[in-house]
């Protein structure tokens, strides 16, 4: 059984900083392109950060870029977000999520964790 879940949301002040964990199972994070995604209250869901499968070159929306880093670790089979100098807009519900091509396309991402709440306080 595939799935994915997350870890590590929980409130924050603005500043501080934040590390998302995904724990993924039925298949291997290093064989698939990885992304986080964010929905905001009264908000569309947006692609946050990716990284595709060949290169395995990572990717970051212009809003979080310079303040968050994608990673995974092959061993754990598990996948990260560190989230730095944290801002009030970066308030979320985040995703992780798993699939073909590149891009931050939600489209090509088949498996979805159930996702984690991240609340930025000022």
């Known amino acids: 059984e595939v799935q994915l879940v997350e870890s590590g949301g929980g409130l924050v002040q603005a500043g501080g900083s934040l590390r998302l964990s995904c724990t993924a199972s039925?298949?291997?994070?290093?064989?698939?392109?990885i992304a986080w995604f964010r929905r905001a209250p009264g908000k569309e869901r947006e692609g946050v950060s990716c990284?595709?499968?060949?290169?395995?070159?990572?990717y970051y929306a212009d809003s979080v870029k310079g303040r968050f880093t994608i990673s995974t670790d092959g061993a754990k089979n598990m996948v990260y977000l560190q989230m730095n100098s944290l801002k009030r807009e970066d308030t979320a519900v985040y995703y992780c999520?798993?699939?073909?091509?590149?891009?931050?396309?939600?489209?090509?991402?088949?498996?979805w964790g159930l996702g984690t709440l991240v609340t930025v306080s000022s």
């Open positions: 999520a798993a699939g073909l091509g590149d891009g931050l396309d939600e489209r090509r991402y088949y498996y």
């Open positions: 039925g298949f291997s994070v290093e064989n698939y392109s």
């Open positions: 990284l595709s499968l060949y290169p395995r070159t990572p």
